[in-house]
């Protein structure tokens, strides 16, 4: 079936650890996202790519890092200079091409807590 | 970039019509508006999406008027199931690479 995965769901890390959280998809779609949620809160993003080799940063980049070196895959790292990194990760994907245009598809997510 | 502004939370009861208004003053003619529904711990999903007047699918209706500042997100019959928080999403989805960011959310909640 397609979707989006992403792993692992749950993860501790102690502090000064760096950490990367995997998406990967199988929509063949060109834009992917990455978002941090904290409890009660609505979605942030943290970067977004467009096409491989290619990203740009969103509205909380500082303390992350990405890569895009297959249409598939956009793992996100959590560094250790991000200064309050448990929360709850969210990557998504969109076909500008799609029915409904632009319609993002999420994972299930990955809950990070720092210990 | 479209600001979004939803109120933070709605109560409702089972059977009754849930309307979700979202503002957005500074909407650029290219871009659309899409809802997303999120339960606890899973990612927001896909409801309803449309650019002008109304849009009707078989879990929604969007409704916007003509000068498109505003949208309203109606659900109708809610059950206890559509407890859940909802994103207003204002952008170009059609450009590659938009920046797409989601407003704080309205949380529903829905009582027996």
């Known amino acids: 079936d397609g979707g989006i995965t992403q792993s692992p769901k749950y993860l501790f890390r102690k502090e000064g650890q760096n950490v990367t959280l995997s998406c990967e998809q199988n929509?063949?779609?060109?834009?992917m996202y990455w978002y941090r949620q904290d409890p009660g809160q609505g979605l942030r993003l943290i970067y977004y790519?467009?096409?491989?080799?290619?990203?740009q940063k969103g509205d909380i980049a500082e303390g992350y890092s990405v890569s895009r070196e297959k249409k598939e895959s956009f793992p996100l790292t959590v560094t250790s200079a991000q200064k309050n990194p448990t929360a709850f990760y969210l990557c998504?994907?969109?076909?500008?091409?799609?029915?409904?245009?632009?319609?993002?598809?999420f994972g299930e997510g990955s809950r990070l807590t720092v210990l | 970039l479209a600001k979004t502004t939803q109120p933070i939370s709605m109560d409702s009861y089972e059977g009754q019509e849930v309307n979700i208004t979202c503002s957005h003053n500074?909407?650029?003619?290219?871009?659309?508006i899409t809802w997303y529904q999120q339960f606890p711990s899973q990612g927001p999903r896909f409801i309803i999406q449309?650019?002008?007047t109304k849009v009707t699918n078989e879990v929604a209706s969007l409704f916007i008027p003509a000068d498109r500042k505003s949208s309203t997100l109606s659900l109708p019959r809610v059950s206890l199931s559509d407890t859940a928080v909802y994103y207003c999403?204002?952008?170009?989805?059609?450009?590659?690479?938009?920046?797409?960011?989601f407003g704080g959310g309205t949380r529903v909640l829905v009582k027996p």
């Open positions: 449309g650019y002008k």
């Open positions: 998504a994907s969109r076909n500008p091409r799609g029915p409904f245009t632009g319609e993002l598809f």
């Open positions: 790519s467009q096409i491989v080799n290619d990203f």
């Open positions: 929509l063949n779609h060109d834009a």
């Open positions: 500074n909407i650029a003619t290219n871009d659309y």
């Open positions: 999403l204002v952008g170009d989805a059609r450009a590659a690479g938009n920046k797409l960011t």
